[in-house]
């Protein structure tokens, strides 16, 4: 093997830079050759590539987003779409592919791979999803700039004696408002996986402002309810001030944490490794820490669950 390939695609996430330096600087360290393929599946089907040298990832490992761009691309999802990126690969002389992003991404590196161009994927999205590994690129930083918020947004409730409801992203999980409602200290966290009763919130509000609670933090994730339909609800039934904050796409942006950097780093240059020890269709992760190889099929056979046990400690830490 002597020159591979890297894009982004789908949702962008904090540390796909950090993912895609270190794909380059280690390939470039192994004596490869690499490519940059821009906005995801959609620039492989237009040939927007440009080599990648030493020097183009410099100054990136801080930065949020992708400096390859990343799109959607309903193109690749067709067969003759599929057949194209493959000829577009060949074409360039890339024999490998490193793929950056999430399950739907994998799907299109899995397609590439049974084409006869090895593919490797890294999970990167801040919802955390994806399964058969500790963690995705992404979550930490997404979690932390929800922190930030609602460590803000008490100091104004408390003042004010109000109730806050805050909307937070994860698409279909409840991975970011379950970390982000332990680690803030919310009163209610709703997530997707886990039935709840909008009259057991408000009983459990009014329970807290009978003990003399000054304020009420209640995080929703986007995939549970809308932050707006249960302000609403907790207002109709309890009079209490609430007010209604959706913190939108500011989850997705900002400087990678440390843990994110560390991730990013381990895993785009394992990624590398992998294809040259000529592994195809698996998933760079890293299990209790170790680097592994997850196949596709895996992956796709194990979305993540939110855990137990931070469920039931949220519950009763928030009494
Ligand atoms: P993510 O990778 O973050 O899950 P998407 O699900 O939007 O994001 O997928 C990103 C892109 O991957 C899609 O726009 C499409 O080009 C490609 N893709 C998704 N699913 C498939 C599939 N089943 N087969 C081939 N390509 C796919």
């Keep these: 093997m002597q020159k591979i390939g890297v894009l982004t695609s789908g949702g962008d996430a904090p540390g796909m830079n950090a993912a895609i330096r270190a794909v380059v600087r280690t390939a470039i360290y192994r004596g490869l050759e690499v490519v940059g393929i821009r906005r995801g599946y959609a620039g492989l089907l237009d040939g927007d590539f440009r080599p990648m040298p030493i020097e183009s990832v410099g100054d990136i490992i801080q930065r949020g987003g992708t400096c390859l761009f990343t799109a959607r691309c309903k193109e690749f999802m067709t067969e003759e779409g599929q057949r194209r990126g493959y000829e577009r690969l060949v074409e360039a002389g890339i024999e490998g592919l490193v793929v950056l992003g999430g399950d739907g991404s994998f799907r299109g590196a899995k397609r590439l791979s049974e084409l006869g161009i090895p593919t490797v994927g890294v999970p990167c999205t801040i919802d955390n999803d994806i399964g058969a590994c500790d963690a995705n690129i992404g979550f930490d930083t997404a979690v932390q700039t929800v922190i930030q918020a609602i460590d803000k947004i008490r100091d104004t409730a408390t003042s004010h004696e109000r109730t806050y409801v805050i909307e937070v992203m994860g698409r279909h999980a409840g991975h970011i408002a379950l970390a982000a409602g332990l680690a803030g200290g919310a009163e209610s966290v709703l997530i997707p996986e886990v039935p709840f009763s909008l009259e057991d919130v408000v009983a459990k509000l009014q329970r807290g402002v009978a003990r003399g609670k000054k304020h009420s933090i209640i995080v929703v994730a986007e995939g549970a309810a809308r932050a707006v339909d249960v302000g609403h609800y ?24 440390v843990s994110d950097r560390v991730l990013a780093s381990r895993l785009g240059a394992f990624a590398v490794e992998l294809l040259l020890k000529g592994e195809t269709a698996v998933m760079a992760a890293t299990q209790n820490g170790a680097l592994v190889a997850v196949p596709f099929d895996e992956v796709f056979a194990s979305v993540r669950q939110p855990s137990q046990e931070l469920c039931e400690l949220a519950e009763i830490l928030s009494n």
């Design 234 to 257: 907790i207002e109709e039934k309890t009079g209490f001030d609430t007010r209604v904050t959706v913190l939108g796409h500011v989850q997705r942006g900002g400087a990678p944490t």
